[in-house]
Every structure is written in C-alpha cells, then in structure tokens.
C-alpha cells in the first residue's frame, strides 16, 4: 500500500497564481480598450461619411446645401432637419413640416415636439461620446443631443477692427484673415455673448450655398466637426452640446455679411472655429451651453477628433493642428489649399 498523498495548491502557490493572472489581465485590458476605442473612432468615422453622403444627395436634389441654422416664422430648423430624408428618415422628416410659428424649437412647436420625443438617430450620435444622449430640450420634449456640428466659418481676432489688417501686418494677432465675423449673441451668460459668428464657412446662417462656392476645392473645406465630449468648468464637467436639440436653427433672418451687418441672435447647430480643436476651457468668450457660437471641437477619442470635409472625405484632424490652419480649413474660399493625411 502506497502512502502517496495527493499534493494541493498550498496558499503561497495560489496568491502567486493570482499574481499572474491579475499581471496578465492589467496587461491585456489597456489592449482590450484600444481596441474598443479604435472600433468606435471608426464607427463614428462612418457616422460622418453618412451625413456626407447625405449633403451630396441633398444638394443633388436641390442645387444647393441645407443652410446651418435658418429663420423660420421664428426659430427655423436646423441642416440636420433638412438631410433627414437622406439618412433614411424620411418618416420623421414627414412628421415634421415646418410651418406655424418657430417649427425648429421643440419648446414651442406641437408638432415638432411630438415628432422628436424619445427619438434617437444613432448616425448623429458619436459611439464614443461620454454624456447623455437626451436631455428635455424645451417643453418637456425629450430630445437627442447630437455629436456633430456644421461649420459657419472661423473667427479674426481682429475682425472688430476696420480695416482688418492683412496677415502678418502691424495689428494683425492670429495670422488669419476673415471680414465676414459679426458678435452673434444676445442672450445667456457673459461669455456667451462674445460669441462671434461667421460667414466664411459652408454653413453660415440663412445662406443656401453650393458647391460653386467652395472656391478653395471641396477637399479642402471642413464642413462638419465633432462636438461630442465634456468641457471642464474649473473642476466641473459642463456640456457645450446644443442645449435646445437638433432640429433648432435661429429667429434672425440676417446673414454674417460683415462685423456691422449680420445676425445677433443664437445660431444653434453650427460653430465658427475660434479655438484649437480639443480645448477643455470652458470659461472663454463665446463658449457656452445656450449656445456658445465658439464652443471647441471635441471628441473623447485620444489627440483629436473625426472630420467631414467638402467632398464627403473623413478625416481625423489632431489636437496639435495649429490654429490659424484649422481657421484656414473652416473658411470654403481663402485661396489657400492644404494637404491632409
């Protein structure tokens, strides 16, 4: 008879099993993570090349772009209302006919309120975007809070001055040029009204542009950014995403002609680019929730965010991008050309 016993695990043996294990899982996980955020920036990437698809269709039917952010009887609708039937929502869209006062503000249109209740559109929604995606948007409607924004144009530091002093003269701070700048804010916090809109862009307001103006060649013209992660309020996150939804435009019939001529109401769903891509300030004049008419772009994908261009490319544009560049790209006809990865 054997007197062979059969041997377990002492407890050294298995707190250094689980040492190992517990190495192994740290190393993978970081792995794991990457490859869920690669996953994602690439479904957000396609989220973009949609609403590319659906700007080319639209133009395509009606020889010009949806504007940004219109007046209508009011608050008018915003470009997303207009490319629904293009991102196969054209059932919403028929919910929604843009007529009596203020069609675009779900705080005041029956209409509009019913049709945008508790609906979600996931290709407006960026995958990676940390914060709700509802919030109530006005008249108890709870409404989407969409990711991206069209681009009305970029902001001169100096465009108060007259005249504008040419790049690089005397007087001349951000190396960049643009007379259509107008204040375009008369409403909410301090800072908000600093806000500074555009015209340069291919989505100013209560302009219908085509594809003729983009004079710099579509490829080099970023209409549409990500706007899809938390600011930082001191310490406190603070949302910078439209705070009335994504169908609402503006009451102002005017357009951004000049620092004396143009809107000075809020122009919802669209942003003229006066800051770096990624900056997380959110005390800077014309930044705010209701609504900054300069709220950055910026994304939760790590060192950038995705980016629509005139020709319905992609592009993933970095945090290290000079300003004056990403001013450059936001304006359709500056005569500069300028080559992306």
Same mark, same amino acid.
């Given at each position: 008879m054997s007197n062979t016993r059969n041997r377990g695990f002492t407890l050294v043996e298995l707190l250094v099993v689980i040492a190992i294990i517990g190495v192994l899982v740290g190393l993978l996980l970081p792995a794991v993570q990457a490859a869920r955020e690669a996953a994602r920036r690439m479904s957000c990437g396609n989220n973009m090349k949609q609403i590319g698809l659906a700007l080319h269709?639209?133009?395509?039917?009606?020889?010009?772009?949806?504007? $940004?952010?219109?007046?209508?009887?009011?608050? $008018?609708?915003?470009?997303?209302?207009?490319?629904?039937?293009?991102?196969?929502?054209?059932?919403?869209?028929?919910?929604?006919?843009?007529?009596?006062?203020?069609?675009?503000?779900? $705080?005041?249109?029956?209409?509009?309120?019913?049709?945008?209740?508790?609906?979600?559109?996931?290709?407006?929604?960026?995958p990676s975007c940390p914060m709700p995606e509802t919030k109530d948007v006005g008249g108890g409607a709870i409404g989407m809070l969409p990711s991206y924004i069209a681009i009305a144009g970029a902001v001169d530091e100096d465009s108060s001055l007259s005249p504008v002093p040419a790049i690089g003269a005397a007087g001349d701070t951000d190396l960049f040029m643009e007379t259509r700048n107008r204040l375009a804010n008369a409403c909410c916090s301090t800072n908000e009204k600093l806000s500074i809109g555009s015209g340069g862009g291919t989505f100013p307001p209560n302009e219908f542009l085509r594809f003729a103006n983009l004079t710099d060649g579509t490829s080099n013209v970023l209409?549409? $950014?990500?706007?899809?992660? %938390?600011?930082?309020?001191?310490?406190?996150?603070?949302?910078?995403?439209?705070?009335?939804?994504?169908?609402?435009?503006?009451?102002?019939?005017?357009?951004?002609?000049? %620092?004396t001529s143009g809107p000075t109401q809020r122009t919802f769903n669209i942003n003229s680019i006066r800051y770096s891509i990624g900056t997380q300030n959110f005390n800077l004049p014309g930044v705010g929730g209701n609504n900054g008419a300069n709220n950055p772009l910026i994304s939760a994908h790590p060192g950038g965010i995705q980016s629509l261009f005139g020709d319905g490319s992609v592009h993933f544009l970095t945090e290290t991008m000079s300003l004056p560049l990403l001013k450059l790209q936001a304006t359709r006809d500056d005569g500069q050309v300028i080559d992306l990865p």
């Open positions: 269709n639209y133009h395509d039917t009606h020889n010009k772009f949806p504007s $940004g952010s219109r007046q209508l009887n009011g608050w $008018g609708p915003s470009w997303y209302v207009g490319i629904l039937p293009y991102v196969e929502q054209k059932n919403l869209s028929d919910q929604m006919p843009m007529v009596g006062s203020h069609p675009g503000y779900t $705080g005041v249109s029956l209409t509009t309120r019913a049709a945008v209740n508790n609906t979600i559109i996931p290709g407006f929604i960026c209409v549409v $950014g990500e706007i899809s992660n %938390w600011m930082k309020n001191g310490t406190a996150p603070a949302d910078t995403r439209v705070n009335h939804g994504w169908t609402m435009g503006t009451d102002n019939s005017a357009k951004v002609v000049s %620092w």
